[in-house]
């Protein structure tokens, strides 16, 4: 990788890192509206903390945000860097921003938050599903399209 490419690489990492983590925290406030920002949030410090994150007020709902946003930085430092190096990624990048969705959504699922100490329940059907079509569309479609703009449909 050349300096213009890690420099390319790294904004691509930034940018999505900062669109999918306010599409999706915004979608999952949007989705939780009957408990609040407040609680969304706490549930995702909840992974660090457990119940006593709903007991933190605004400071551990800070932390959650904080939380998001840090394991979006993961998620997005992996497709960029991925997409930096696979044309196909590019080329295909509708295709591949769904299967990246779904992905990050069964990892997180049934893999993150139950190593976590996170008190939140196994999603049922409805909630799969809201989940899956969340993470599509607010966190696979726009890193993949961010990709794309950033490196070109092809190297």
Partial sequence: MTGSTRGSTGRAILLATLAAGALDICAAILLNL?????????????????????????TTGLL????????????AAVYMTLAARTEALRRQWIAAGVIWGALVWTVMTLVVVPMSASPLPIPDALHIVQGLIVHVLMVGLPMAWIARRTFGPSA
Avoid: C, D, K, N
């Fill in 34 to 58: 009957r408990v609040g920002p407040l609680i969304v949030l706490q549930s995702v410090a909840g992974g660090w903390m457990g119940t006593e994150a709903y007991r933190g007020g605004w």
């Fill in 64 to 75: 959650g945000l904080a939380a998001h946003f840090g394991i979006m930085l993961v998620i």
